[in-house]
């Protein structure tokens, strides 16, 4: 690859039915130290016009020497949203954030600075360190997503508790990446962090969470987002990150700042989430792991424990319908079939299955 000094950076964003909040985010990009070239939006809403007026003619109008581009979805899909994106994008780095993120002032130019200080190009993505709180001075009309986990407040109030409730979250609970993500080659690919950003402020990862995470153009094209993952597409994140850290390596810049908002708009339901998150990991496994009959066995262990932690957040919740349990469990039977699939049976199979269920709240045999 070649290496050189003075990269562009362009913003691709998936949205759908956030228009309250997605302005702020594109307001907070054009207002980097460092502007994009391009901004990128794809936007599968029905009232899609709407937005990119309001989009066009108050924001797009303030920095007319970015390359603007607002279109509609040609299917509504984050993974499709975002590969449309990616093959509109002309830049040398593409950050695919999220349509709720808002990065402080100077975050792009502090990942940008990663890249470019990469004169090896082994960095194949660089992601934004999160923060709690959103940029000073900003109003944000939008709801934010309302976890109602009695567990997570307890953690947060028993300070003395803490080393314990550490444990429990990562280790019972599996609220950690690391712990629900089973790497299609049986490890993670081992990149050193290059010599020439020893003088950076960065820290090297294995997974990107996908409302922070940039790529270089050329290797987030050559591998793209799972096509197969339609509406809620749980996980293509992890999955997208993996395949490309097979490349290169991913590391954070915990000197560029980013809030995610999390917005409450289009969400679905804990049992439609909880069905598809584990659905579509079997999915990518059964596409992308080199030695499936054993990786198999490590998703089934995994779901086992899945179940359990579920249902104890649940429980813990007081939500006495069980619905993260009970679509572990829907899951599980499921991905039997999906397992057993070829791959032109697989592709036509799991669309259907994802449009009922979604659209026609029906489980397909």
């Known amino acids: 690859m070649t290496v050189r000094k003075n990269l562009t950076w362009g913003l691709v964003i998936s949205t759908y039915n956030r228009e309250k909040v997605l302005p702020l985010c594109l307001e907070l990009a054009i207002q980097q130290s460092r502007p994009p070239i391009e901004i990128i939006v794809v936007d599968a809403s029905d009232h899609w016009q709407e937005t990119r007026n309001k989009v066009m003619g108050e924001i797009a109008v303030n920095a007319p020497e970015i390359r603007w581009v607002y279109e509609a979805a040609e299917q509504r899909s984050i993974c499709l949203q975002r590969n449309q994106g990616i093959h509109l994008a002309t830049a040398d780095v593409l950050f695919l954030i999220d349509d709720d993120s808002l990065m402080y002032p100077t975050c792009a130019e502090e990942i940008m600075r990663v890249y470019e200080a990469d004169t090896e190009g082994a960095i194949a993505g660089v992601q934004a360190a999160a923060v709690d709180h959103p940029p000073m001075n900003i109003a944000i009309t939008d709801n934010r997503k309302q976890t109602g986990s009695a567990f997570e407040n307890f953690t947060t109030k028993q300070g003395w508790l803490s080393g314990l409730m ?60 799972e096509p197969l993952l339609r509406y809620y597409s749980a996980g293509e994140d992890l999955d997208a990150s993996y395949r490309v850290s097979r490349h290169g390596c991913l590391v954070m810049a915990l000197d560029a700042k980013l809030h995610h908002f999390q917005s409450a708009g289009g969400r679905l339901s804990r049992f439609k989430i909880s069905v598809l998150s584990a659905l579509n990991q079997a999915l990518c496994i059964r ?33 006495w319908s069980l619905p993260q349990a009970r679509g572990m469990l829907v899951a599980n039977r499921y991905s039997h079939k999906l397992f057993s699939l070829s791959e032109n049976e697989l592709a036509e199979w799991y669309v259907q299955f994802q449009r009922e269920f979604l659209e026609q709240n029906r489980l397909i045999a």
């Open 287 to 319: 596409k992308n792991a080199p030695n499936l009959r054993q990786l198999k066995g490590s998703y089934y262990r995994l779901m086992m424990r899945r179940i359990v932690a579920e249902l104890l957040k649940d429980l813990l919740s007081r939500r």
């Open 166 to 225: 550490h444990w429990l979250w990562k280790q019972v609970f599996l609220m950690d990446a690391k712990k629900l993500f089973l790497p299609y080659d049986g490890n993670f690919p081992a990149h050193p962090i290059p010599p020439s950003l020893a003088h950076l402020n960065v820290w090297q990862v294995e997974l990107f969470q996908g409302y922070r995470m940039t790529y270089r153009r050329e290797m987030i094209a050559k591998e793209a987002f």
